[in-house]
């Protein structure tokens, strides 16, 4: 139930996010994400493209005229309207500007052939009516086709892209065949960082997880989006880190490679070509906006805003649902473990049972159950991207939370079972056992509050911040109140009123577990600290 609970509420939040789930097992994969490999039009930048330079100036009327007419996107009549590729949709904006339009193109000279722009082509040609050949792409690809060339073309491409311009070529040619072109020059065109990414990226580097950028622009121009988003730092290699020009096959490649080195890869797509990819990265995430419906089909989240920051945003939550998991089996463990150490030091001692079991039960459904399904409704904690990502091998309970529950049952058990021995000196046995019942739901109730975080108090983790269990908490402890004041409930559990006094000595006794456990997250952060300041030995 609390598995089950953790993840609805994980995807629900996921969803708000722009993220949606299509496989369960993705959320789990996400904490332990350590590598995230991400296209960059469109994700880590804004995806609005825009034309900011023609060269050279002399030729921009035709370069402009043979790029709108080698476009397949439709330019609406309001600004910023239109369906198609961004970079099509600037180029036919630009072209409107000088007074070009695509629809005037086709009404004159129509399409007779194209061939489609494709990752291994990287080129995009028509061929018109009268005969003349439009092409577009990259200049690398354009260029071995070339007879003419202007005099300066690598020199310019180099100075656009270094501004972080994306660029691409523009040529013609006579008749079907792409060879004997002529290069009229380049367009340089504007694709600005989205600033919430530049804050993404810094997120995910301090929680230990890599960006890394795959791009099919100019190698330059990814250089310079990579320093401006924070991907790449002074003195840093790119080698790794940022992908230029690449294609379909190079992305496969470049999941199996982090795979082999063990790390946990997710990597998104928008084009059919990037859906093996997904395929093989641990968590495949594919573009709603753009994203083909093959990429979806594959992939393992959705991003509905196919923003890079959203991916981030998953990732905190993936952390978060395995946090609150964690932490809700260790405090019912830990509630366990001390009923059980309560009754075996009871039975060891002589002593008459301290609890009935339908005590025990109760304690189990109610006291320890419904703070347990508000414990994993927690937001996530503000600390859970300052730390390192897990190891996927590493159990849910290891040695400190073994330890913890080990611990903390003692604790539990050491109020009680001393509770117990006080009041059976002066009460008589139903009464003690009634007043060693209600001290242990208190404990385990008011303990819920110190189980939210391993290092944070409960106000810094936000005292307000998690109502269902400030409810849970309010609820248990009033009906444990009502239980030995309510004739037919008292019959059925065996117990006996409690004056004021009592019902006030095991709201404060309820108080030592919860009061230790966060006194303890205060002694080892001031130990830290210390260690910290010591000066280190030679």
């Known amino acids: 139930t609390v598995v089950t609970l953790a993840l609805a509420v994980g995807v629900q939040r996921m969803v708000k996010g722009h993220v949606l789930v299509r496989r369960m097992q993705a959320v789990e994969a996400l904490g332990s994400a350590t590598v995230i490999c991400t296209d960059k039009t469109g994700t880590l930048t804004q995806g609005i493209m825009e034309v900011r330079e023609l060269w050279p100036p002399e030729a921009a009327p035709r370069v402009l005229e043979v790029a709108a007419g080698c476009c397949d996107a439709e330019l609406g009549q309001g600004q910023g309207t239109g369906a198609g590729d961004p970079t099509e949709l600037a180029l036919l904006a630009a072209a409107r500007v000088r007074g070009i339009?695509?629809?005037?193109?086709?009404?004159?000279?129509?399409?007779?052939?194209?061939?489609?722009?494709?990752?291994?082509?990287?080129?995009?040609?028509?061929?018109?009516?009268?005969?003349?050949?439009?092409?577009k792409g990259a200049l690398e690809a354009l260029l071995p086709l070339c007879r003419e060339v202007p005099p300066g073309v690598k020199e310019a491409q180099a100075s656009l892209a270094g501004r972080a311009l994306r660029v691409l070529a523009v040529a013609e040619g006579r008749g079907p065949e792409e060879q004997g072109l002529t290069l009229l020059g380049l367009v340089g065109l504007a694709d600005p960082p989205r600033p919430e990414a530049v804050e993404a990226v810094r997120a995910a580097r301090d929680a230990g997880v890599r960006t890394v950028m795959i791009t099919g622009d100019h190698p330059a121009t990814a250089l310079a989006i990579a320093k401006e988003l924070g991907l790449l730092r002074e003195g840093e290699s790119p080698e790794g880190i940022v992908h230029a020009r690449a294609t379909a096959e190079q992305k496969l490649?470049?999941?199996?490679?982090?795979?082999?080195?063990?790390?946990?890869?997710?990597?998104?797509?928008d084009g059919v070509n990037d859906a093996p990819a997904l395929r093989e990265a641990h968590i495949g995430i594919a573009m709603g906006r753009t994203g083909a419906e093959v990429t979806r089909e594959a992939s393992d989240l959705i991003l509905t805003d196919d923003n890079f920051a959203s991916i981030v945003a998953a990732v905190r939550e993936g952390r978060g649902i395995y946090e609150n998991i964690r932490k809700t089996l260790v405090y019912l463990l830990a509630g366990n473990a001390g009923e059980l150490v309560l009754m075996l030091c009871a039975s060891l001692l002589g002593l008459p049972l301290p609890l009935l079991p339908l005590h025990l039960l109760w304690v189990n459904l109610v006291t320890d159950g419904l703070p347990a399904l508000a414990l994993v409704m927690d937001p996530v904690s503000p600390d859970v991207m300052r730390h390192p990502p897990r190891r996927p091998e590493a159990p849910m309970l290891g040695r400190p939370e073994w330890g913890a529950v080990l611990a903390t049952g003692l604790l539990d058990a050491a109020v009680t079972l001393g509770t117990f021995l006080w009041s059976l000196q002066r009460l008589p046995v139903e009464e003690a056992r009634t007043l060693t019942f209600t001290v242990l739901v208190c404990c385990q109730v008011l303990r819920a509050f110190a189980a939210r975080s391993v290092g944070l108090l409960h106000w810094e983790v936000g005292a307000f911040d998690n109502r269902p269990l400030l409810a849970v908490a309010a609820l248990t402890l009033a009906l444990q109140a009502a239980l030995p004041e309510v004739p037919a409930l008292a019959a059925f559990f065996s117990l006996v009123p409690l004056d004021a006094a009592h019902l006030a000595l095991a709201l404060g006794l309820g108080f030592i577990p919860v009061s230790v456990l966060e006194l303890r997250k205060l002694l080892l952060r001031g130990m830290a600290r210390a260690r910290a300041r010591a000066p280190r030995g030679g």
């Open 253 to 269: 490649h470049i999941v199996r490679g982090w795979k082999a080195r063990g790390e946990v890869v997710a990597m998104t797509g």
């Open 101 to 135: 339009e695509r629809a005037d193109l086709e009404r004159d000279r129509p399409r007779v052939a194209e061939q489609p722009f494709d990752s291994e082509r990287r080129r995009m040609s028509v061929l018109r009516s009268d005969g003349v050949l439009y092409l």
